[in-house]
């Protein structure tokens, strides 16, 4: 049985999701959600807050990203990507609260929606004095994540884990922004992990331009 995963091209929780399902080999279709209709009937119907992604199986539907990655990885047992020991489970865990309340809430939702989002989708310049007041958060983030990515490959060990596929659309559009000089390609082994990142098939065939594609095919 196939999933659909309905979200809006270039969001990085919705990447996740398709990326984990590219991961797994899993067959699944893509159902575009529009911005403007984030707060419409139809899709309040599918998520009660208004946001992506949302996963349908069959009959079955879910909503947040952190949950939807860890079904996936249950029902989708090959290759697993939560790690068999709890120490590197529970970094995985840590790492992807980071993401989800650290580097999108306060950082990734100023940023990278004045220096990405609000230029390509609403033609609007950047508000800078919001951006300057999110850098010291920014920060601190990005210096934890270095602290806890370390010599490792990937955020939970050796082996990509849930970690990875969450926190990589997001660190990659930081990437793109000026701010990335003082915030990520000061730490050697976050620019290392983004490169190995990128350089999976995965998130190779989920890009922003990729999956807008996909949504026009839809």
Known sequence: MSFTVHSIPGSPFGRAVLAMLEEKGAPYSLAPVAPGMLRSPEHLARHPFGRVPVLDHGDFRLYETQAILRYLD???PTPALTPADPKRAARMDQA???NDWYLFHGVGNVIIFHRVISPRVMGLAPDEAAIAAAMPKARTVFNELAHL???QDYFAGDTLSLADLLLAPHV???SMVPEWTELGAPHANL???LKR???RPSLQTTTWERVSALA???
Do not use: S
């Open 74 to 76: 249950r029902v989708l």
């Open 96 to 98: 992807m609260n980071v």
């Open 149 to 151: 990515l370390g010599g």
């Open 172 to 174: 990659e559009f930081f």
């Open 191 to 193: 620019v290392t992990w």
């Open 197 to 199: 990142m990128q350089a």
């Open 216 to 218: 026009k095919a839809a």
